[in-house]
């Protein structure tokens, strides 16, 4: 196993020891768009963090690598494949079982040949290779919004960090030679660094309509990662809306608190209020209202959009006390006091 100095593999990528293949994945490509050098430029440690994440990356992506080294840990490379008495040195294809000694690549292989041979370039031969033929795959990202900006719509930019497939490797990570056929006895891809994929910032302008709502997915199309051919999958922008101070928003109704004298409230009257357009109002106060009533202020709460109604907007009535009184104030809510026969203390 590791040193004590020495994070395991399961460390470096940050996942647990029995962590599946996609989440394996996915903490690999997150970690990778932090830490690739194209991203960080003249950062000897960021360069040295991503080897070993592409270290840890190789060998827990591989089923059986993985296993060897849960087995034997960092000493997973000095024991031969196979595990036993007269394993060989070779490894199992489609085409049967090579061996290393009679079964070498001199000159490299073209394997979109093969490829083609095969369910239209899908087929895996156990190479340890992705096909040549990888697709650029649609990617999500959140954008924050307020809720001013959901009632009013606006145009925002945002920044985004792709996978885009390496146009010099076509995904594979490996390295081809000056024939265009892959080198199975070279390095990994000098230009992905055998990701398969190169970091390509995005900046792009996000329309978000008025009356949009938390969740709200929105289609940008072409503005997603790039294949080798630079073919664009979509972005998805799912809009994740910010709490306000004042509103409170339940579909396209909008709510909030208004504060109500107590003799108001008993006698009825009206209070000033302001919506979310910025506009001030009047508004009814009916006598005997009591606290958490809801007042509506018709059409003045979202606007419509793709099948939702326009909303209201809700006055909740908070009725308030005074803390302060004078001895006049006192002593005519003591009349009323006695006159509806309330038992309050005197003094």
Request: glycine share 10%.
């Amino acid at each position: 196993m590791p040193t004590v100095n020495e994070k395991s593999y399961y460390e470096i990528l940050g996942v647990a020891r029995n962590a599946t293949a996609d989440e394996i994945k996915k903490a690999y490509r997150r970690l990778a768009r932090k830490y690739h050098p194209d991203l960080n430029p003249g950062n000897k440690e960021a360069e040295e963090r991503f080897k070993r994440i592409q270290e840890a990356y190789d060998v827990l992506s591989d089923p059986e690598k993985r296993a060897r080294y849960d087995q034997l840990g960092d000493a997973w490379q000095q024991a031969p494949f196979g595990g036993g008495p007269g394993a060989s040195s070779g490894y199992s294809s489609p085409f049967g079982d090579f061996q290393a000694e009679s079964f070498r690549f001199s000159e490299g292989i073209n394997l979109d040949d093969i490829f083609r041979m095969f369910r239209g370039g899908d087929a895996g031969f156990g190479f340890g290779f992705r096909p040549p033929t990888a697709t650029a795959e649609d990617i999500e990202f959140a954008l924050d919004m307020t809720l001013e900006e959901a009632y009013r719509g606006a145009t925002k930019q945002a920044h985004f960090v792709v996978e885009d497939v390496c146009p010099e490797c076509g995904g594979s990570g490996h390295k081809r030679t000056a024939q265009g056929r892959f080198d199975l006895s070279a390095s990994v891809c000098p230009r992905c660094r055998g990701t398969g994929h190169i970091a390509s910032p995005r900046t792009v302008e996000v329309n978000i309509p008025p009356g949009a709502w938390d969740g709200l997915r929105l289609r940008l199309q072409g503005m997603g990662p790039a294949d080798a051919k630079g073919r664009r999958a979509d972005l998805y922008i799912t809009l994740r809306q910010l709490p306000h101070p004042r509103f409170e928003r339940e579909g396209q109704d909008l709510y909030f608190d208004l504060d109500v004298p107590f003799t108001v409230a008993a006698l009825g009257g009206e209070a000033t209020v302001e919506t979310l357009d910025g506009q001030r109002r009047q508004i009814v106060i009916p006598p005997g209202v009591q606290s958490g009533q809801k007042l509506r202020l018709a059409g003045k709460g979202m606007p419509p959009l793709n099948g939702r109604k326009a909303g209201d907007a809700y006055a909740r009535v908070r009725i308030t006390v005074p803390r302060n009184m004078s001895e006049r104030e006192k002593s005519l809510l003591l009349e009323l006091a006695r006159l509806r026969g309330d038992a309050v203390r005197s003094k």
